[in-house]
């Protein structure tokens, strides 16, 4: 008894004559799309990389210029209780979004966590992402406050612009691979 198997590639096009799928044929067939490029695997790892290293850049930040802000003592002006805000608010962010990453690479690590339903695990995640998305999207306020009052050093407030739109993007990655909010 001799079983063969049939392998043949099969190539689908748009009207253009773009190639736009292909198929591989042999016992079960499989179907291969071409994704644009925001929905690659470099793209989206890259731009995760930038995300996490910026909010942790963020977090590292928040309690070196505390200390550096006390060693001053209170000779300096107290800054506005909305620059104190904005910072509470990156980091907060900051935080969350470090952790709902961490989380995921925890979750996914095990492929058998949610084989027959969505883990609670999983849902406290996009709990997590929920909030620091509404966080980020108030501290683009803040950013445009900071620039128009000049809060902080030029420094500081390129930091937090950056690490702002960071969260922004973080926050278009989620949505684009459908991990933000309760999709399921």
């Keep these: 008894y001799k079983r063969q198997l049939y392998n043949s590639l099969v190539f689908r096009e748009d009207k253009e004559g773009q190639i736009t799928h292909f198929f591989l044929m042999n016992m079960v067939s499989t179907a291969f799309e071409r994704v ?13 990389g930038i995300c996490t290293a910026l909010f942790i850049s963020m977090i590292m930040f928040l309690p070196v210029r505390f200390l550096i802000d006390r060693r001053k003592g209170k000779a300096k002006t107290p800054s506005s209780i909305w620059a104190r805000l904005g910072r509470w608010l990156a980091g907060g962010f900051s935080l ?3 952790l709902s990453v961490v989380g995921y690479l925890i979750a996914t690590s ?9 883990p609670s695990f999983v849902v406290g995640l996009l709990s997590i992402v ?4 509404a966080f980020a999207i108030t501290s683009l306020a803040f950013a445009v406050l900071a620039w128009k009052q000049r ?3 030029f420094a500081g407030r390129v930091h937090y ?11 278009w990655l989620l ?8 999709k399921f």
Excluded: D, H
């Design 96 to 98: 969350l979004n470090v």
């Design 175 to 182: 949505n684009n691979w459908n991990l933000l909010g309760f």
């Design 161 to 171: 612009t950056i690490v702002t739109l960071a969260a922004l993007a973080f926050i």
């Design 130 to 133: 929920l909030v620091a998305s």
């Design 110 to 118: 095990n492929p058998n966590l949610s084989v027959y339903s969505i």
């Design 36 to 48: 644009p490029w925001y929905e690659t695997t470099s793209f989206t790892y890259g731009l995760l």
């Design 151 to 153: 809060y902080w050093s």
